[in-house]
């Protein structure tokens, strides 16, 4: 993907043409990221629409070297968790217990294709954290301050879901098959 600097100035000028290029561009990569999360096409489209409405109305307040895809998937990644939030279909973690986080998905997961089985096998918010954490590469103070929990709700999160994920019969497969 190239994206050229010039259009993040002229959306900043509010030009709907660049705004449209950057849609037509970009939106595919923020879906996917979406989609990935919440594994639901309509709400993901849903997301999408609401991701480039809140750009389109917020693309003033951004500064001519911003990312736009990053800024972009950091907006979508907020109204993604807020309706994970809203359909209350994630189960809550008990924090109370905590695992060694040393732990790595790496040792578990051999290929995107298996990270992506593994990831349908766990819970929105989980997939939610897992994903900003291992492919984002989102820090647990970033993804805490997104999903409005501790640092130690995503450090327990992720060794919480890993520990569960290497029980997962697919994961005994893979490393003894």
């Known amino acids: ?21 950057c ?15 919440c594994q639901d096409k309509e709400l993901s489209n849903d997301l999408l629409q609401e991701t ?15 990312h736009l895809l ?13 309706s994970i939030k809203r359909l209350n279909k994630f189960d809550d ?20 294709q298996l990270f992506l089985i593994v990831l349908s096998k766990v819970s929105k918010m989980e ?11 989102y820090k647990h103070h970033e993804i805490a301050e997104l999903i409005d929990k501790s640092t130690s709700y995503s ?3 992720v060794s ?5 994920i290497k029980k997962l019969p697919i994961i005994n497969e893979v490393s003894y098959g």
């Open 1 to 21: 993907m190239i994206w050229d600097d010039k259009l993040t100035k002229r959306i900043i000028q509010g030009d709907k043409v660049a705004f449209e290029l």
């Open 23 to 37: 849609y037509r561009q970009l939106s595919p990569y923020v879906y996917n990221a979406i989609f990935k999360i």
């Open 52 to 66: 480039f409405l809140t750009a389109y109305q917020k693309s003033n307040e951004l500064k001519p070297d911003t």
């Open 70 to 82: 990053a800024w972009l998937k950091r907006v979508a990644f907020n109204k993604t968790i807020n």
């Open 93 to 112: 973690v008990n924090v109370e217990q905590t695992i060694d986080p040393s732990c790595s998905i790496t040792q578990s997961v051999e290929n995107e």
């Open 127 to 137: 997939r939610f954290i897992l994903w900003l954490y291992f492919v984002e590469q």
């Open 155 to 157: 450090k327990v999160v």
């Open 160 to 164: 919480r879901t890993i520990t569960s």
